[in-house]
Every structure is written in C-alpha cells, then in structure tokens.
C-alpha cells in the first residue's frame, strides 16, 4: 500500500499532540468570551450603580432643599406680616411690635439661609419698616403731648412725619406683590437635575 510521505510519517503521538493543542486554542477561545461577557455585565453593574448613587445624591439635594425651602419661608412670612403690619391704614402698635419680634428673629436665620444680595434686600425692608414704626411712635407721642395737642394738626413735625410714613409706606406697599421675586430664585423649590452623560434623550 503506497501512501504520500506526510501521512506515512503521522504518528499518533503527533495526533494527539495537534488535538491537545486544538483544545487548548478553543478552550482559551471560550475562557475569552466567558470573560468578554463578565466584563460587559460588570460595566453594566457599575452603570447601574452609578446611575443609584447619582439618584440618592438626588434624594438627599432635594431633601436639603425642602428644609432650607422651609426655613426660608419662615422669614419670607415674617418679613411679609412686619411689612404689612406696620402699612396698615390704621397703625397698630402692639401687632407691628409682635412682628417686628417675629423678624427680628428671623433675620438671625436669613444670615445662614440667603445669599448676600437677597439678604440686603430683606434687611433694607426690615429697615424701612423699623422706621415706619419709629415714626408713628412719634406721631403718638406728639398727639399724646399735653403742650401740642391743640396744635397738632397745623404742626411742622406733623407734616414731616406724615409725609415720610407716606413715602415709606408707599415704598413698603410696592414690595409685598414681588416679595417671592425679591426673595429670589432661594425661594424655589424644585431646581431641574443637571442631564447626566448617560442620558441620550434629547431635551
């Protein structure tokens, strides 16, 4: 029986040496996907877990916000009562005192709860009401006063005074529609959550 020299020369040594090699190659070849397969479902994990995380950072902002949301209209409420109380037609002196307790009180808090700019604002109407209840006190100690009661009402201080509790009042009165805006964006809420990477819905 004639044979070429290759196959003559095939041992089953060489067999088995070429089989275990073949095994070997399609035994790393399955250990490689195995491990293609583990790495994508360990970056799906990590995914997930980052996707978790950034939704309790969420959670705890927006928690922090409500709290702080509720501190602020504390003062915002104080500011808006002391405001009204004091532009009242008829003063009243023992309800624009309670509420100037109350917000001075709250201006304690609005340090830590407001930046600068709002802050200015909130204590420069704390301010023009202070001086309306300055000046009715002395208004009522003038109508008081036994030497100028019969001349209180053609009385030069008189006038002055009025006439500045008009403009402050006046002043005051613009304020209490837009005193949220004054207040500024601190007074909102909700604030949108900035767009993650992984988002890939369009806006």
């Not at 020299?5 to 250990?31: E, H, S, Y």
């Not at 009243?92 to 005192?97: A, I, N, P, T, V």
Request: with cysteine; charged share 25%; net charge negative.
């Amino acid at each position: 029986m004639s044979c070429s020299v290759l196959w003559c020369t095939f041992t089953w040594d060489a067999f088995a040496t070429l089989t275990a090699g073949g095994v070997a190659v399609a035994g790393a070849v399955i250990v490689g996907l195995r491990q293609l397969r583990v790495s994508e479902e360990q970056a799906k994990i990590a995914g997930r877990q980052a996707e978790i995380l950034e939704h309790q950072v969420d959670v705890e902002r927006a928690a922090l916000r409500a709290d702080l949301y509720e501190r602020r209209l504390a003062v915002f409420k104080a500011c808006r009562e002391f405001v009204r109380a004091t532009t009242l037609p008829s003063f009243d002196f023992e309800q624009s005192y309670k509420a100037s307790v109350e917000m001075s009180d709250q201006l304690e808090q609005a340090e830590f709860l407001f930046a600068g700019e709002v802050r200015k604002k909130i204590q420069d109407i704390n301010q023009q009401a202070r001086d309306v209840v300055d000046a009715q006190v002395s208004l009522m100690v003038l109508r008081s006063s036994g030497n100028v009661a019969h001349e209180f009402g053609t009385s030069q201080r008189v006038t002055d005074l009025r006439e500045h509790i008009h403009a402050l009042t006046t002043q005051l009165n613009a304020h209490l529609p837009n005193l949220a805006q004054v207040m500024g964006e601190e007074m909102r809420l909700y604030i949108p959550r900035a767009k993650s990477k992984r988002d890939s819905t369009p806006d």
